[in-house]
């Protein structure tokens, strides 16, 4: 197993800055997540409460420690890294999201809690920043910039990892491909059986 290090202040902003630019994030998260980063070998973040540092680590054999948060990964575009949340990180995150976020029905739900795929119209789905700002009174005029825009956003959006949301809970993140969205919930995670 890969060894855990604490993440320093310095690190802890990057990531927070990879959260900003992926998910959009609301400025209230940073005192939301008031947590101690930490990470292995594999880019595997955990998160666990800052009174971890009352403890002597260096005593104690741990091969685990605090809440799997997500990973970094190298993005695809080599436009830096990127962060896929677990399920729990997308809890967390979720609330605060205000971009790649996808809200998805209770059947597609069902069927991404087993693990599979699922297949999304990205114009329909993604939330568009743009769309709350519209008023009723110029929808007509700006109806045809807002399509534009809509799809110029979606576009960025696309090979991107988004959160998925169904009502007021959160499922966890896949990366949105041209149209579909891959699940990376593990297998030992998902849901076995039928309703």
Known sequence: MAQLHFLNRKRIKEIF??????????????????????INGD??????????????????????????FGELKENENNKGSEMRLSIEGSQII???????????SEGLMRLWIR????????????????????????YNKKMNDEK???KLENAKQENAFVILKYKNDFFGCGRLKDGIILNHIPKERRIKSED
């Not at 979720?94 to 998805?104: L, Q, R, S, W, Y």
């Not at 599979?116 to 008023?135: G, P, T």
Request: aromatic residues 8%.
């Open 94 to 104: 979720g609330p605060f999201a205000t971009k790649n976020v996808v809200e998805i």
């Open 17 to 38: 800055k990879i959260l900003e630019t992926q998910y959009g994030l609301k400025k209230v998260y940073e005192e939301k997540l008031n947590y101690v980063f930490m």
């Open 43 to 68: 880019n595997r973040i955990n998160i666990i409460d800052p009174s971890i540092s009352n403890i002597n680590l260096d005593v104690l054999h741990i091969s685990s420690l605090g809440l799997y």
């Open 115 to 138: 693990g599979y795929d699922i297949e999304i119209k990205v114009n329909d789905n993604l939330k568009s920043e743009r769309k709350n700002e519209i008023e009723m009174k110029d």
């Open 148 to 150: 534009k825009n809509e």
